[in-house]
């Protein structure tokens, strides 16, 4: 890789810091993270940025724009196991094997933080903070990978599509857009080699809900109309409030 396709870059400055970094670090903090992460020049759509059984060495933070995860079987068969949007870290399924499980490509113009990972891993050690904001994105990874297999496993296709927007929502929501109109950035073959339906399929359900007034959907341009609805829909339980103490 050659100096030109990197960039320093601030991370005080950026509007997603919050999202790759804890609140709590310090300014000295900050400045010694801002040291070992480099933008990349941004990816066309289509570009990948690394390729299936390449060795992991980076962990990228995205900074706009979007992209797929792709694994390609034995058999030739793709499957899309993840999308990842603004403030998301991508590559930590990466650690343990220490190969890159699938092709990663943009789906849009995209720009991305390199992070290596050995230089984050080590001055992680000396800031706490920052060991746990690695954890948690570890953790939402696992709980990422266990929704897609629920969803595969044993929901309906209204289901699947149901849980699918509404993970967008809190995703687009978390990063700074709304949580109830907001563009998709794949496409509906995308969406179904992801959820395991057919075109088809995806077409009749997003039809239904918009006739049932969950969805309104034009083109790539969603708006939740019903999130209520929508949840319901797509089998999730509100959590039960504890009760408050009684004085």
């Given at each position: ?40 020049a ?33 058999d ?16 930590l ?40 904001q ?37 995703r ?25 339906l ?48 009684r004085?």
């Amino acid at each position: 890789m050659t100096s030109s396709h990197l960039h320093p870059t601030r991370c005080q400055t950026c509007s997603l810091s919050s999202l790759c970094l804890p609140l709590s670090l310090s300014l000295d903090d900050v400045e010694q993270f801002d040291t070992i992460v480099r933008r990349r020049a941004p990816l066309t759509r289509g570009e990948t940025l690394y390729m299936q059984g390449e060795a992991f060495e980076n962990v990228y933070a995205v900074r706009s724009g979007s992209l797929k995860q792709t694994i390609i079987d034995t058999d030739g068969e793709e499957q899309i196991t993840s999308f990842y949007l603004p403030g998301e870290l991508v590559g930590l399924d990466s650690i343990d094997s220490a190969v890159h499980p699938g092709f990663l490509t943009a789906l849009e113009r995209t720009t991305v933080c390199e992070i290596p990972f050995k230089r984050l891993e080590s001055l992680s050690e000396h800031l706490p903070e920052l060991r746990h904001q690695l954890y948690r994105c570890m953790s939402r990874e696992i709980v990422d990978d266990r929704r897609l297999m629920r969803l595969l496993s044993s929901k309906t296709a209204d289901e699947r599509l149901a849980s699918f927007f509404h993970n967008l929502s809190i995703r687009f929501d978390r990063c700074g857009h709304s949580a109830e109109r907001f563009r998709l950035p794949m496409s509906r073959s995308d969406i179904g080699t992801y959820l395991g339906l057919a075109i088809e399929t995806i077409s009749r359900v997003l039809g239904r809900f918009q006739q049932q007034e969950l969805l309104n959907i034009q083109g790539r341009h969603v708006e939740i109309l019903d999130m209520a609805a929508l949840e319901k829909r797509a089998g999730i339980i509100a959590p039960c409030c504890n009760e408050r103490r009684r004085a």
